[in-house]
């Protein structure tokens, strides 16, 4: 069975890094993107990063460009998010998503495009 398991969040103060880690069995990731998304108390989700099956193709959301990095190790199974210079607002739960290729890459910070999901890591910045 395909599941996805999200981890390294936690409690960070601002301007602080944290990374997380987007582990999946049941299958392996090498023909799946993989989105990032995160879920505000009282707001909608929103996608805040993507990478496609090789890493060649990523994507962010303007509200986290320069400072948060996607990433991939195939060989682990595994995709990463690693964030820098975090901010209050960037407080959510964030949740990691797959889509088997092909995906229009445009499109892969729209959560309706994903199939399957983690249960998501509690990120909270706040000093």
């Known amino acids: 069975q395909l599941q996805l398991v999200e981890s390294g969040g936690g409690l960070v103060q601002p301007g602080g890094s944290l990374r997380l880690s987007c582990a999946a069995s049941g299958f392996t990731l090498d023909y799946y993107a993989i989105g990032w998304f995160r879920q505000a108390p009282g707001k909608e989700r929103e996608g805040v990063s993507c990478i496609s099956s090789g890493g060649g193709s990523t994507k962010y959301a303007d509200s986290v460009k320069g400072r948060f990095t996607i990433s991939r190790d195939n060989a682990k199974n595994t995709v990463y998010l690693q964030m820098n210079s975090l901010k209050p607002e960037d407080t959510a739960v964030y949740y990691c998503?797959?889509?088997?290729?092909?995906?229009?890459?445009?499109?892969?910070?729209?959560?309706?495009?994903?199939?399957?999901w983690g249960q998501g890591a509690q990120v909270t910045v706040s000093s």
């Open positions: 998503a797959a889509r088997r290729e092909p995906i229009l890459f445009r499109h892969c910070l729209y959560a309706d495009k994903y199939d399957d």
